[in-house]
């Protein structure tokens, strides 16, 4: 038989069989069969082979395009992946396994109710407490799926697989594996806004959307134990609005900006580790500070930073890396009012000290200078009453804040208190005032001016007093503050006429009471007519509700000599603290006013130059009509004060108590806040 009629018989049985059954290794295929595969026999034996469907993974079998569902139904392949034959079904459209496997369950995750579970640390491994709970809706019961891992890996990672049974929505716990390599969290103990948590993204087989959330691991580095002495925490440093936090200290008090804590309770197993403390940022500073741990008891000092803002005080919570629930605690940082300068005019000749710039070197000391040089009263101190930079004295010499008699040519020398002695003001001349009360020309500005006991400071056709006290006026309806405690009858009535603007008729200055007598501090309703209580101090009046002391409705006494009240005021422009009328007199003009602060400028004015007039701590307890001025001891939340303003004791009658001096600490301290009140509305 040729080649080419073979060729033929063999083309012709492989048409035929086309349309026939088909058998291998056999030429009688089963009846029942379209394909008959067959082994191999040689002779007697039958050689073992089997047959070899498409082998491929469950992603290649994903590829095959199954959307014709007609040929595609009861399409075998072997899943590799599974380790099973599966096959199409055109009922459930979806793979099949016959190893009796479900099919592959139709859900969608709840990606806001994604909650991680457990504490995550570098170096430790997850256990069955490290967790994620997942709520799934589910559609289609079968297996499913789910894991999330980490971008970029840290060692650890979430899987779960199973079965659903049901459909509807079921929260599942997908457990936690491996162990983090790396914290995550930042240096800032409180805020985590320096933190760097491992995003994951959580993925499934369910069909439905990803989802995405973030576990922070914290540092497992050894951590110290101690607790705080709260009690002993001191804020150091003077803090003003405005400028910013240093580790420089502050030439005044010799302090940088820190706070000093104490930590006790310290173990040896704790001593090397770092202790590490800082507080959270209020109005714009905050603290921190670290140490080694050395010994059972150690201080460590937090270091300042930020540009405070506001005059509140500012509450800091300190807290630590300590492994003690105890180690935390709070600290206020007191705010300061920023120095001012006082220029004061008054006797120095006579020594019952009308000067606020003498120097009282007596023991003990008892007089202006003093109430307002002691730092427990006006100062930076922690407990003082006004917290404040602080009046300074050039040294501890009686005359040290006088500046000489020919002032013109006198040299700044950035003083707190600069003191005139008459003379000086008669010899100075109003360019000179002007440029110490603005500032210019070299020198500090001038915050607060006061005129005491006995000054003539502008006397009756006096053209050059005339010019000083127009600069005074200037200065006192820029911004400045004045008080004045003058019994000069020519000087108060000019001065007043002058800042009133020559009012119709014209303000008169009249002699009133004698030494000892006393007055009320408000509207006395015994002896004034219910018609001049619109003109008086309200209840709430900043200065005889001031800081030191309440003084509504107490009385103030006459120092020596007399009282002079003043005629004539624009009573809707003023605030009257007391009439002309005194305890038990009902003759004297009812809207006669001895003490007055204006409405609209920072202004107060006191009829009686002795005001403030002092000598020794006995003349508390003494019937006198002289001294109204008394410093005492008084404790305030276990602080001693050793120069407090109070009552003078049996002043001009036994029993009576005159409060002269707090009503002088609370004006001094509404000037010190007026003053700074106008700083920063002038923005200097």
Known sequence: MNKRFFLLILISLSVSSLFAQVGVNTENPNVLTELDVRNIVNGSDTIPKGIMIPRMTEVQRNEIDVSNVTTANSLMIYNIDEDCYNYYSKSNLEWQSLCGKMGKAHFDMDCDLV????????????????????????????SYSISAVSTPDNGYFFEASGTFFTTGKITLTIQGTGEPVNHTQGANLIDPSDDTP???????????????????VRSTAARPKFTMDCAATVVEGMYFEDQALSSTPNPYNGQSH????????????????????????????????EAVLISSTQEVYLTGTGVPRGLTDKIMTIISNSESSTASCTATVRMLIPRKRLMTLGNTTVPYYYNAGLVDTRNPPNNLNTLLTDKNNFGYNQWSILRFQGFNNVSTSLLSNFIPTSPNSWVDDDRDIVALQTSTWQNMSAEKLESFLKGTNGVSKVDIFMIGYNTDFYRNA????????????????????????????ASNANFLNLLFNNPNPAITSVIGAGAGSNYTLGFNNSNM???????????DDPILRGPFDDIVGRNWGED??????????????????????????????????????????????IGDGGFNSSEARSYANVNSGVCPFVLTNKTINGKTYTNYPTFRLNFGGSGNRVYNTIFTANAFAWCIMKAEELRKLNNQ
Request: some cysteine; glycine content about 8%.
């Open 115 to 142: 909650t991680v579970v457990g504490q995550y640390g570098d170096k430790v491994a997850l256990n069955a407490s490290n967790y994620l709970k997942v709520t799934v809706n589910v559609t289609r019961i079968g």
């Open 198 to 216: 491992n995003l994951f993204m959580l993925t499934s087989n369910g069909g439905g959307s990803d989802c995405s959330f973030k576990v922070n």
């Open 258 to 289: 820190r706070i000093k804590v104490t930590l006790k309770n310290i173990p040896s197993t704790s001593y090397g580790a770092v202790a590490v403390l800082e507080t959270n940022t209020v109005d714009g500073i905050s603290f921190k500070g």
């Open 462 to 489: 006096n053209a050059a007093d005339a010019a000083k006290c127009a600069k005074l006026v200037d200065f006192v309806k820029s911004g400045g503050i004045l008080m004045i405690c003058s019994e000069e009858t």
């Open 529 to 539: 007519p219910a018609d001049m209580k619109p003109y008086y101090c309200k209840d």
């Open 560 to 605: 020596a000599s007399n009282t002079y009240f003043v005629n004539n005021l624009p009573l809707d422009e003023v605030v009257i603290y007391s009439g002309a009328r005194e305890i038990g007199n009902t003759l004297r003009p009812a809207n006669g006013v001895t003490i007055f602060r204006h409405r609209e400028y920072p202004f107060v004015f």
